[in-house]
């Protein structure tokens, strides 16, 4: 069974600083997606980026990046100029075309510190 | 316009009752799913559904039953509630085949005592 390990329950960063959120998941397939998922205190759910894993480059929206690294099975989240709105926990989450299965993480807490 | 809503976003509720969540999307989407967010904010699929058919069917309870009348509706009915029903439950929807972005309702926090 596939398993998504976020490793650190909580973080903070300092506002307009650079914050890097860890996750390793466990898979035998070659084909999967990845995605970072975010939950402000409004509870909603909100897709932050998506990763295809065939892709070699890096997803990157706006100040959110990832850096995908198959063959060690990580894929981490990098938030530049942290702001005060970035406030939430953050789910890393895999996608697996065998079973139609999205696996979450455990979930990040990040803070922002103004 | 809301993309996927849910009914009731607060429940709260007797031991043993029976009770249904609802769930409606306006995006067009053919899969639509259920998942519970536990107390320490594990989220977990209960369900898919696409095009009305029944995709994924976890290893829940047969307490939890999904009907689809429509592809735009999913509700989710839950007999003879326990306290260890107590979570939030989170609707969502995607375009055919999961690695689309799931979008999301707003939760239902359903709290048994």
């Known amino acids: 069974a596939q398993t998504v390990t976020q490793s650190q329950p909580e973080m903070s960063v300092q506002e307009a600083e650079t914050v890097t959120l860890s996750c390793t998941y466990d898979t035998s397939e070659s084909d999967y997606y990845l995605f970072w998922y975010k939950q402000p205190p409004s509870r909603q759910m909100i897709l932050v980026i998506r990763q295809e894993a065939y892709k070699q480059q890096n997803a990157t929206e706006n100040r959110f990046s990832v850096n995908f690294q198959k063959a060690a099975k990580s894929f981490s989240l990098k938030i530049s100029d942290s702001q005060l709105g970035d406030a939430a926990m953050y789910f890393c989450?895999?996608?697996?075309?065998?079973?139609?299965?999205?696996?979450f993480g455990t979930g990040t807490r990040l803070t922002i510190i103004p | 316009d809301t993309a996927v809503s849910q009914t009731p976003k607060y429940l709260v509720t007797q031991m043993g009752n029976d009770k249904s969540i609802k769930c409606e999307q306006n995006l067009g989407h053919d899969t639509m799913y259920w998942y519970k967010q536990d107390s320490k904010k594990f989220l977990k699929i209960m369900f898919s559904y696409n095009n009305k058919e029944l995709i994924i069917n976890e290893t829940v309870p047969n307490r939890f039953s999904p009907k689809s009348p429509d592809k735009a509706h999913l509700n989710l009915h839950i007999n003879s509630l326990e306290l260890g029903d107590s979570a939030v439950y989170f609707c969502?929807?995607?375009?055919?085949?999961?690695?689309?972005?799931?979008?999301f309702g707003p939760g239902t926090r359903l709290t048994v005592t």
């Open positions: 989450a895999y996608f697996n075309f065998g079973n139609e299965k999205l696996t």
């Open positions: 969502a929807s995607s375009q055919e085949g999961g690695y689309y972005e799931q979008y």
